[in-house]
């Protein structure tokens, strides 16, 4: 490669990664913004007589997701679909062999879907609420049961963005990198 190739080359790499800050930072000040879309449970609009049937995964024996349906109602808009999925979850299993995917006391303060289909959820850990003390696949459980949830319920969205009490993380709780948009995970799906 002559020396003018190469400064074209890395002058285009240059120019991919400052675009891709830029787009990153721009993801991010839109979290302060007027932008995210705070729900309020009182004011859920339910479509007269529809229902949807929902997979919530939630973690179950030899370490993995079980999938469990629900059905629900739908919702008039989308985010307040995902707001009843996500209470839903947290809510916790009816199998009497499967766990929580969090601690009751979290609760979603806020959601927010972006153009790219990229979609932030906001837990809150309450200021009494530690975080519990997971180790990896614990983790991984808990972070998966949201993100194959989300992802299998509306098909809109392309990936997950976890943030706890206002912030994204490198980590959600020491071991698993949640600082980018996170994809569904099916390995850790088991089969009834």
């Known amino acids: 490669m002559s020396r003018?190739?190469?400064?074209?080359?890395?002058?285009?790499?240059?120019?991919?990664?400052v675009a891709?800050?830029?787009?990153?930072?721009?993801?991010?000040?839109r979290l302060g913004t007027t932008d995210i879309q705070k729900t309020e449970s009182s004011e859920q609009e339910i479509v007269?007589?529809?229902?949807?049937?929902?997979?919530?995964?939630?973690?179950?024996?030899?370490?993995?997701?079980?999938?469990?349906?629900?059905?629900?109602?739908?919702q008039g808009d989308l985010l307040k679909q995902l707001e009843l999925i996500l209470g839903e979850l947290l809510a916790g299993p009816e199998t009497e062999d499967l766990f929580p995917a969090l601690p009751p006391e979290v609760t979603v303060d806020w959601l927010h879907l972006n153009p790219a289909g990229i979609f932030y959820v906001d837990l809150e850990f309450s200021g009494d609420v530690p975080l519990p003390a997971w180790g990896s696949r614990q983790e991984m459980l808990a972070v998966y049961s949201i993100v194959n949830t989300v992802?299998?319920?509306?098909?809109?969205?392309?990936?997950?963005?976890?943030l706890r009490n206002g912030q994204q993380r490198p980590t959600f709780a020491g071991h698993l990198d949640t600082s980018r948009p996170l994809l569904a995970n099916r390995q850790l799906v088991a089969r009834r």
């Open 4 to 17: 003018r190739q190469a400064l074209i080359a890395a002058a285009a790499i240059l120019v991919s990664v």
């Open 48 to 74: 007269a007589g529809q229902t949807m049937v929902v997979e919530l995964f939630f973690p179950g024996p030899r370490g993995r997701l079980f999938a469990e349906e629900r059905e629900i109602p739908v």
């Open 151 to 162: 992802l299998t319920s509306t098909p809109e969205i392309s990936s997950v963005v976890l």
């Open 20 to 29: 891709i800050i830029i787009g990153w930072r721009t993801g991010q000040d």
